[in-house]
């Protein structure tokens, strides 16, 4: 018997685009949906996100495929697309080579960013303004694609798309949640609409068994929103700290996505929203594949504490817990931490 999930499942569909613009969506689903958001961003940080309305099975399956099929090719193969030492963080990393808190990863993986990030007046040059030369810096390369397989990077691009709406959906809902106003909301919605966004390719061997290990070290994400697709056969390898302190398995729910936030959202929100500790250990034999998207603010976003949150958290008793925590430019905030996540 499969186990109940520990975490609140939650359907984003009013909040999705339609065909018929704007969503006809009945006003009382939304206010649901948008409640059960704030809830489970309070209470948890962690929820499940039901897809299977906007995606199809097979566009759930065949990037999975497409993951485990690029992983199981050589090392050489792979290493043709290794992080590049210019710009250091897209590409191919292979087993071991990223970190968290120092100590090394069991899993490998491929790194694609949105474009570079920086405004054109500093990206290289070669028309006489003094640049040419200079060495790329942190992100500013291109995205590093495997050629095998073929329909991998079609396939993941048709993905990235799909994951940007919804990331823009589950802020809509979020901005209701907090009951943001119309104005609010557009000022919430301008810190992402160019959304620095990250995903992540990963492929996780068993760990050795008898040993301790670690697939991925605990950590909170960096930025907004993390959209997390994963094998939905293999049950236990992520886990959430509970704000009881004990670790729970998030394992696969069928036709949902796991979603957590990052903590942008607690700049935002003074800490009523948390941003929780994850971990991944994996030891079941299959090999498994996930494949994180983030869901991130502009690279130049300033974040700082939302006038909503305040309005929400004295609303409900919780305006003690609230902290200004002051201001983050969201590109400053992961440039400090993708510096520490790889061993050349
Ligand atoms: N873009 C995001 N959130 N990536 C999360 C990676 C977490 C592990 C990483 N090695 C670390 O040390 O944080
Ligand atoms: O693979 C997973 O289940 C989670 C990965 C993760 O937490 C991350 O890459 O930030
Ligand atoms: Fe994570």
Not at 148 to 166: C, H, N, S
Not at 193 to 204: A, K, Q
Request: include cysteine; glycine fraction near 10%.
């Amino acid at each position: 018997m499969k186990p109940t999930p520990t975490l609140p499942i939650i359907d984003p569909t009013p909040y999705l685009p339609t065909t018929t613009t704007p969503n006809t969506a009945h006003a009382g689903d939304r206010a649901r949906t948008a409640k059960a958001l704030h809830e489970a961003c309070r209470d948890v940080g962690f929820f499940y996100l039901r897809v299977d309305n906007y995606l199809t099975k097979e566009e759930l399956d065949e990037v999975l495929v497409l993951a485990r099929e690029f992983f199981g090719r050589s090392k050489e193969e792979k290493e043709q697309i290794g992080l590049d030492e210019t710009d250091r963080v897209r590409g191919y990393q292979r087993l071991h080579q990223n970190v968290t808190q120092g100590k090394a990863d069991h899993h490998e993986g491929l790194d694609l960013y949105a474009p570079n990030p920086y405004p054109p007046r500093e990206q290289p040059t070669t028309n006489g303004d003094g640049n040419e030369g200079r060495p790329l810096r942190p992100l500013e390369g291109p995205n590093l694609w495997p050629s095998k397989p073929e329909q991998f990077k079609p396939k993941m691009e048709q993905w990235i798309e799909k994951m940007k709406v919804l990331g823009m959906a589950v802020m809509r809902g979020m901005a209701d949640g907090l009951g943001m106003s119309e104005v609010e909301g557009e000022g919430l919605r301008a810190c992402v609409d160019e959304s620095f966004w990250v995903m992540r390719v990963i492929g996780y061997p068993p760990l050795p068994q008898g040993a301790d290990g670690i697939s991925c070290g605990e950590h909170t994400d960096y930025g907004c929103l993390t959209l997390l697709h994963s094998d939905p056969t293999i049950p236990d390898s992520l886990q959430v700290l509970s704000t009881s302190g004990r670790w729970m398995t998030a394992f696969p729910v069928e036709g949902c996505i796991v979603v957590n936030i990052g903590s942008m959202w607690e700049y935002w929100t003074g800490g009523l929203y948390r941003a929780t500790l994850h971990r991944v250990i994996h030891k079941s034999p299959k090999y498994r594949v996930s494949i994180p998207f983030f869901f991130e603010p502009n690279f130049d976003a300033r974040v700082k504490l939302l006038d909503a949150a305040r309005r929400k958290a004295d609303e409900e008793g919780k305006g003690g817990e609230v902290k200004d925590l002051g201001e983050k430019v969201y590109g400053d905030y992961l440039l400090e931490k993708v510096g520490g996540n790889f061993k050349y």
